[in-house]
C-alpha cells in the first residue's frame, strides 16, 4: 500500500490549491480515504475524509465550506480542493488510508491501519 500526495505550495489568502492523493497497491473503493494536516506546535488534525464505498464525507468545521475532497477512481486518486485559504490552514498535509475505520472516526481519531503518505507543505502567506 502506498500513498503519494501532491500539490502543496505557497499561495496568497483566499487563494487555492488542489492536492492530490494517489494511492497504488489496492483498490481505491474499499478504502477510507482521510487528509490530515499538522502545524509545528499544534497536533494532528483530520481535515477531511471520504468513504471511497459510498462517497460519504466528513469535514472539520473550519475548512467547511472551503475544502472539498473527491475521488477519481480511474485515476486511483483522491483530491482536496483548498479554495478561500487562510494563513491558520498553513501546515504539512498527509493523505492516509483505512480499511475499515468509517469517515467520521478516521477524521477524529486517525486511520487504524497506518497507511500514510509523506507530507506536502501548504503555506498561506501575502
Known amino acids: 500500500v502506498q500513498l503519494q500526495a501532491s500539490g502543496g505550495g505557497l499561495v496568497q489568502p483566499g487563494g487555492s490549491l488542489r492536492l492530490s492523493c494517489a494511492v497504488s497497491?489496492?483498490?481505491?473503493?474499499?478504502?477510507?480515504i482521510g487528509w490530515f494536516r499538522q502545524s509545528p506546535g499544534k497536533e494532528r488534525e483530520g481535515v477531511s475524509c471520504?468513504?471511497?464505498?459510498?462517497?460519504?464525507?466528513y469535514y472539520t468545521d473550519s475548512v467547511k465550506g472551503r475544502f472539498s475532497i473527491s475521488t477519481d477512481k480511474a485515476k486511483n486518486t483522491v483530491y482536496l480542493q483548498m479554495n478561500g485559504l487562510k494563513p491558520e490552514d498553513t501546515a504539512v498535509y498527509y493523505c492516509?488510508?483505512?480499511?475499515?475505520?468509517?469517515?467520521?472516526?478516521?477524521?477524529?481519531?486517525?486511520?487504524?491501519?497506518?497507511?500514510w503518505g509523506q507530507g506536502t507543505q501548504v503555506t498561506v502567506s501575502s
Open positions: 497497491g489496492f483498490t481505491l473503493d474499499r478504502y477510507y
Open positions: 471520504i468513504s471511497t464505498h459510498d462517497g460519504t464525507t
Open positions: 492516509a488510508a483505512d480499511r475499515s475505520v468509517p469517515t467520521v472516526t478516521m477524521c477524529r481519531y486517525g486511520p487504524v491501519d497506518d497507511y
